[in-house]
């Protein structure tokens, strides 16, 4: 059993310094909620500048569901299993990338 301290620390790192980038209360990843979302898209409507903002926040929020994620796992004790081939993920890429699902096998086959 690998010790978690180091990465669970990471991820709460970084998920606080997003949260605090975004100056606000966190935002919801919207996967499977669109609601929240949706008010954005409606506020952000006919204005470019927000649109991009919107836009990096979408990003964000995906990392910070992918962080969310990764802490659960970190209490299930499922950390480090490539979601799609179920193999260790190499400690270098969880160091480099602590709220990653996959492999580098797996997301290169991805990204082909
Ligand atoms: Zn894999």
Redesign the pocket.
Known sequence: MPDLTEYKESLIRKRDEITNAAGQRPFQATMDNNSRQGDLADQASGNNEVHIQLKLKQTDAKILQAIEEALLRIDKGTYGM??????P?SAARLKAIPWTR??I??KEKQST
């Open positions: 490539c979601r799609d081939c179920g193999e993920i996959v492999c096998t797996c």
